[in-house]
């Protein structure tokens, strides 16, 4: 079985562009979860969806970040506008529910704004 | 609320010595118990996992983790290290099986030749 994907690996955007990830969750999961992940600030939250819906949007997160499931194979995160203090790893990982918590990571995309 | 907290950022030992992460957990109920790891430029990938039963449990590449209840802790040991086990790992928590996982910081683990 193909695990979570994640594209592009990565992305360079100039401040106040709009950039759109993706991610497909390993295929029969229903929740979905987008990361961010910076060395000062670790593992934070954006946005977790269960079966399409959307359960968490990550607060801090509302203003610039949107993230979508329209089907539940595919899932996009769109910055919009992007600011520097943007640049992060992003990470999508996805679980079955009954599966007891247990989430799976894909490789991420590392996102530069200049 | 669940919380987690690794309370060390950064762990050096010589290869071949013996290594043990902290983890300790604050919840009302025995949750579900994680240890995943990340190395360079790669995404999280589970180690192992505690749900109930024998407190101690097994884990790929000879880790292994011990549950605590009266310690409120979940520690990760491995009797001898590899520079291959330079990474980062976290500990995570959740409260039932619908429920998303609480994240510890993290601890950066450096492997001396």
């Known amino acids: 079985d193909a695990g979570v994907t994640q594209t592009p690996r990565h992305e360079v955007a100039e401040k106040g562009q709009t950039i759109i990830l993706k991610c497909e969750p390993v295929?029969?999961?229903?929740?979905l979860f987008w990361y961010r992940q910076t060395k000062i600030q670790g593992l934070e939250l954006l946005s977790y969806?269960?079966?399409?819906?959307?359960?968490?949007d990550g607060g801090a997160f509302k203003d610039r970040f949107k993230a979508e499931m329209l089907n539940s194979s595919f899932s996009t995160l769109k910055i919009q506008p992007t600011e520097p203090k943007d640049s992060a790893v992003y990470l999508c990982?996805?679980?079955?529910?009954?599966?007891?918590?247990?989430?799976?990571f894909g490789p991420g995309t590392r996102l530069t704004v200049l | 609320a669940q919380s987690v907290t690794q309370p060390d950022a950064r762990v050096t030992v010589s290869e071949g010595a013996s290594l043990q992460l902290r983890c300790k957990y604050s919840?009302?109920?025995?949750?579900?118990l994680f240890w995943y790891v990340q190395y360079p430029r790669q995404g999280l990938q589970l180690l192992l996992k505690?749900?109930?039963?024998d407190p101690v449990v097994q884990g790929v590449n000879g880790f292994e983790a011990e549950f605590s209840k009266s310690n409120s802790s979940f520690h990760l040991r491995k009797a001898s290290v590899h520079w291959s086990d330079s990474a980062v790992y976290f500990c995570?928590?959740?409260?039932?099986?619908?429920?998303?996982?609480?994240w510890g910081s993290g601890t950066k683990l450096i492997i001396k030749p």
């Open positions: 969806f269960r079966s399409k819906s959307l359960m968490e």
């Open positions: 919840s009302s109920v025995t949750p579900y």
């Open positions: 295929s029969g999961h229903n929740d």
């Open positions: 990982a996805s679980s079955f529910l009954g599966g007891k918590a247990e989430q799976f």
């Open positions: 505690y749900y109930s039963g």
């Open positions: 995570a928590v959740s409260p039932d099986s619908n429920y998303q996982l609480i």
